[in-house]
């Protein structure tokens, strides 16, 4: 029989498990907008639609954050959920995990799926696109001896790293290519691919950067991945910076293996990615670790080992946030404040820009370099300065060829005088 003082205790806990948490700042969250169904480029520029977005937000005023390419800050419904999802799988404990979790997980796979337009048995959730293209790229197994792997100068350390470690491996070749600076066009950059190649015509594997993290370029993924699968070259497509951000068509992409982020900007909560496997290519990744599970199954070539429950209970919550504000809104709106600081500066001498004004090549994150500065040092020091005599914060980004940056990232919780507030910050630091 259950004491009166169990039953208080139960009944405490389940209301603090539907109680709402208080942001930081102490201001209670406005009501989320009506959905906008005008033309996006109409509500992009609509500042008493998205002023009421950006409250959703519960954001520092110790810095004007212009870098959240990072991680995606969870809006304040989503870190709700986050909160009633952590309550809840903490007092269920292991009967939750051991009874309920896998088919709730079940249920936000298939939706996450028929999101990115792919078949539920083809992803597999990750703690991050990192751990995701890891396994990807080591786990290859149709890299033969003599062979080479390819990758460009702009694709994530961690990612060339696995390239370089796998050629290693299996007594491979690395090539290396440069991504044209400034590069204006498809055209090019599909260019500088087929001569690299056209260069090294015994090219197995080829790693290819969607929204790259570096500069903010946008690649032509299709149409590169077109050339490399007339050759008989594989394809593992870093996506880590793509969903929610920019257009997302994995099936268009034409290649088998896809890492992404669920973290960044679909503004789920830390620790959640996924590896896409392509029904075609899954006999190209070997088992994880001696997994004993099934060769015919997306889930024996990636063990994480226990996930963080709450985080995936909480992906659906964000989901819904995306879309009550819609994606191609989303996509303009970013896009549009981005336009912003770098249409007042391009021109700015003093001022490199590394990205151009082809709608095809850019999202929300671009690239700057100041009076030519392109070391390491430079560039941290210039980061520093941003926060410390301006308060803007940002980060360098290093491995470009021609020379480090300082990459500019604004969200949904910035609004038009956080970037012009960059755009004084940068005149002054020129003049």
């Known amino acids: 029989m259950t004491s009166r003082r169990q039953f208080l205790r139960r009944a405490g806990l389940a209301s603090a498990a539907l109680a709402l948490p208080v942001p930081a700042s102490g201001r209670p969250r406005p009501t989320m907008p009506a959905a906008r169904h005008d033309a996006a480029a109409v509500v992009a520029r609509d500042e008493t639609y998205w002023e009421q977005v950006a409250a959703q937000y519960d954001v520092t005023d110790e810095v004007t954050n212009l870098e959240g390419g990072y991680w995606g800050m969870m809006a304040t419904p989503v870190l709700e959920a986050f909160h009633r999802n952590t309550i809840r799988v903490n007092r269920e404990s292991s009967y939750y995990a051991r009874t309920r979790f896998n088919r709730e997980a079940r249920d936000i796979t298939e939706r996450v799926a028929a999101a990115l337009g792919i078949s539920s048995g083809e992803i597999a959730f990750s703690r991050n696109a990192t751990e995701a293209l890891q396994a990807l790229i080591s786990q290859y197994n149709r890299l033969e001896p003599g062979e080479t792997v390819m990758y460009a100068d702009l694709d994530y350390p961690a990612m060339q790293q696995a390239m370089d470690e796998l050629a290693v491996r299996k007594g491979a070749e690395v090539a290396r290519l440069v991504i044209p600076e400034p590069a204006e066009t498809v055209e090019q950059i599909v260019e500088a691919y087929r001569e690299a190649l056209n260069a090294h015509p015994r090219t197995r594997f080829l790693l290819l950067t969607h929204a790259n993290n570096k500069t903010g370029l946008i690649h032509p993924v299709r149409e590169i991945t077109a050339l490399a699968r007339s050759r008989g070259i594989d394809v593992v497509v870093d996506a880590a910076h793509s969903w929610g951000h920019i257009p997302l068509d994995i099936d268009g992409f034409g290649a088998d293996y896809v890492g992404l982020n669920l973290h960044k900007w679909i503004g789920a909560p830390i620790g959640v990615g996924a590896m896409v496997i392509r029904e075609a290519g899954l006999s190209g990744i070997d088992r994880a670790h001696g997994d004993p599970g099934s060769l015919d199954s997306i889930y024996s070539r990636l063990h994480t080992g226990t996930m963080n429950f709450a985080t995936i209970l909480t992906v659906p919550d964000a989901l819904d946030f995306q879309e009550s504000i ?87 919780y910035n609004l038009p005088p956080d970037l012009a507030k960059l755009v004084d910050a940068l005149k002054q630091l020129v003049a």
């Open 326 to 412: 819609g994606w191609e809104n989303k996509y303009a709106r970013i896009r549009y404040l981005r336009d912003l600081w770098v249409q007042e500066v391009r021109d700015v001498e003093g001022v490199d820009v590394l990205t151009p004004e082809n709608d095809e090549l850019i999202g929300a994150i671009t690239s700057f370099r100041l009076n030519g500065g392109t070391s390491g040092d430079a560039n941290r020091a210039l980061v520093r300065q941003l926060v410390e005599d301006f308060g803007i914060f940002t980060v360098a980004r290093t491995g470009v060829a021609a020379g480090d940056c300082v990459r500019v990232t604004p969200a949904l």
